[in-house]
């Protein structure tokens, strides 16, 4: 015989509509907390891994840099490969003129965008009342590079960086894929590229611009990626160790 009792525990035996979405609710609430953290761990390893990858590409940089400068100042012992009016550009201070053979050399080795790879550039060099249009021609290597190549300038500014990370120099032979690892390279429309953890280029930023370019000593770029967000100039965007360092002084 069933009592009244033993009825109700029988019904009870199973879970009510709204206790089911009660637990339905809770599970869910907690998948979203742990999806989140979890993209938020990701999030962060890519940025770890970019910004370790922009360290590498800065060395490098600084790497290539020195062989230049130091080029530089032995053509300008030698006169034999310094153009005629850079000693008048610079007010007829040889120290000056040297430093500033200098500057041009590095922007002519490093070029962030095609037009000036391709074309070379001039620099209009003021001192006092007097300019002087200094022309540097490009590097004809950079030419055949970047033959029927054109892009967006983060494009433009990561083939640039590649090539001329690239070059041999000194007699020593560029070691830039071992250096900084060959996962990171693509070849896009034709060009090679060094991409971050989003798979966007990493490309660079001259500090020195005409403006500034006569009393500016030679500085090092701004390599940087466009962060998760993959637009460039928003606050997302990521830098190299030294900028970074900069930044956090407040020197920028």
Not at 160 to 173: F, N, T
Not at 222 to 229: H, P, T, V, Y
Request: glycine share 6%.
């Amino acid at each position: 015989m069933t009592t009244v009792g033993t009825a109700r525990r029988r019904a009870r035996e199973g879970f009510t509509l709204l206790e089911l979405l009660v637990v339905i609710a809770i599970i869910s609430l907690i998948l979203a907390m742990s999806v989140g953290i979890v993209f938020k761990v990701m999030a962060r390893q890519q940025i770890s891994m970019t910004e370790k990858t922009l360290d590498k590409l800065h060395s490098e940089y600084e790497r290539h840099q020195k062989a230049v400068i130091d080029d530089a100042n032995r053509e300008w012992t030698t006169q034999g490969f310094v153009p005629n009016g850079i000693l008048n550009a610079a007010g007829n201070n040889p120290d000056n003129a040297r430093k500033l053979w200098i500057r041009l050399r590095i922007r002519q080795e490093f070029p962030n965008n095609f037009q000036e790879a391709r074309n070379g550039f001039t620099v209009n060099i003021t001192v006092g009342t007097v300019t002087t249009p200094v022309a540097m021609p490009p590097k004809a290597v950079y030419q055949k590079t970047l033959v029927g190549l054109s892009g967006t300038p983060e494009f433009e500014a990561s083939v640039c960086l590649v090539m001329a990370l690239s070059q041999d120099r000194r007699g020593e032979h560029s070691h830039l894929q071992e250096a900084v690892g060959p996962s990171v390279f693509r070849t896009v429309n034709n060009g090679k590229v060094v991409v971050d953890m989003w798979d966007m280029p990493i490309f660079f930023l001259t500090k020195t611009t005409e403006a500034n370019f006569a009393a500016a000593n030679h500085s090092d770029p701004d390599i940087m990626s466009s962060g998760i967000d993959k637009v460039s100039g928003n606050t997302d965007d990521l830098h190299s160790a030294k900028t970074r360092q900069v930044g956090a002084r407040g020197d920028q």
